[in-house]
């Protein structure tokens, strides 16, 4: 353990990491983000879900700064009533909860079906291929249309408000596993001919031992980079979503949802409803895109400009 972490030390990854400042300062407001989403519960001002905290009368109170604005909210009130600050806290873990499940499903799907389509080849490898691409033609936006209907029709809007979130989860993993297939497809065709998965062969180790505890590791490489990159772009998904009405209910707070609720109020003055959760969905997006550029050129250094 002492050696592995004396190598780590030691490492390029490390060094590269501690002279970007921009990698750096990204990474600290990310952890900072996952520390609020963790802990939301017990450092938010109040509870969102709760009606008992949530009294109409404050709705569309301005942040405290402003004339009319009160010490207890922050940053103002929603259109129900809802504390802002305890809105977004808890908007974000809902967001932050979805982008990574979305995208280790993405992720799971991806990696297993790329794996296959590049080690087995011939036709395995061309049906696999057109499957993605059939995936690739329909865009997220109809299939959440397709399932959110379906279910709200079958099973009724209770049932879905109730689990919205595993169901975005799955709408956006499902419609986005092409490219970490054909991504670990590319991979895994570059390394099957190597002397070491021969070498396998040749002493007699099963298939998918070699698949998964040989070719898969050395693989790995470019799809730590589309992880990173696509958990901001699944917030983002589930933010379009939300916005449109095909994700998170306004009861059930994520940025979507918020920016949604007070988009009908921006311009009667209320700018903050929608402001605010729009500003920390754009950080935090944001902070994930530089650091999964900054992977990119750290892993990648053909592709690192300095």
């Given at each position: 353990m002492k050696k592995k972490l004396q190598k780590f030390k030691e490492s390029y990854f490390l060094y590269s990491f501690k002279r970007d400042k921009v990698a750096m300062t990204s990474f600290i407001?990310?952890?900072?983000f996952l520390i609020i989403a963790l802990t939301?519960?017990?450092?938010?001002?109040?509870?969102?879900y709760d009606d008992h905290n949530i009294d109409i009368m404050n709705s569309e109170i301005p942040p405290m700064w402003?004339?009319?604005?009160?010490?207890?909210?922050?940053?103002?009130?929603?259109?129900?009533?809802?504390?802002?600050?305890?809105?977004?806290?808890?908007?974000?873990?809902?967001?932050?909860?979805?982008g990574l499940g979305?995208?280790?499903?993405?992720?799971?799907?991806?990696?297993?079906?790329?794996l296959t389509a590049g080690y087995?080849?011939?036709?395995?490898?061309?049906?696999?291929?057109?499957?993605?691409?059939?995936?690739?033609?329909?865009?997220?936006?109809?299939?959440?249309?397709?399932?959110?209907?379906?279910?709200?029709?079958?099973?009724?809007?209770?049932?879905?408000e109730q689990l919205a979130v595993p169901l975005l989860v799955i709408i956006i993993g499902v419609s986005n596993w092409p490219m970490f297939a054909?991504?670990?497809?590319?991979?895994?065709?570059?390394?099957?001919?190597?002397?070491?998965?021969?070498?396998?062969?040749?002493?007699?180790?099963?298939?998918?031992?070699?698949?998964?505890?040989?070719?898969?590791?050395?693989s790995l490489t470019s799809v730590m980079v589309i992880f990173t990159i696509q958990v901001g772009s699944a917030v983002q998904s589930e933010a379009a979503l939300s916005f449109l009405g095909l994700g998170m209910p306004v009861t059930r707070p994520s940025l979507g949802s918020l920016i949604r609720a007070g988009q009908?109020?921006?311009?009667?003055?209320?700018?903050?409803?929608?402001?605010?959760?729009?500003?920390?969905l754009v950080i935090f997006v944001l902070v994930i895109s530089l650091l999964g550029d900054w992977l990119r050129d750290v892993l990648n250094p053909k592709l690192y400009k300095g």
């Open positions: 407001v990310l952890v900072l939301a519960p017990w450092i938010s001002p109040m509870d969102p402003m004339d009319g604005g009160s010490s207890e909210f922050i940053l103002g009130t929603d259109n129900m009533g809802r504390d802002m600050l305890s809105t977004m806290f808890y908007g974000l873990r809902t967001s932050i909860i979805i979305a995208v280790s499903l993405q992720a799971v799907l991806g990696v297993v079906l790329g087995m080849g011939a036709k395995t490898d061309a049906i696999l291929m057109r499957i993605a691409d059939i995936q690739f033609s329909f865009p997220y936006l109809m299939v959440a249309i397709f399932i959110g209907a379906m279910f709200q029709v079958v099973f009724g809007v209770g049932l879905y054909r991504t670990i497809r590319a991979s895994v065709m570059g390394e099957k001919h190597k002397e070491y998965v021969e070498a396998a062969r040749v002493i007699g180790l099963p298939r998918l031992t070699i698949m998964f505890r040989h070719v898969l590791p050395n009908e109020y921006i311009f009667s003055g209320s700018w903050w409803i929608t402001i605010f959760p729009g500003l920390l």
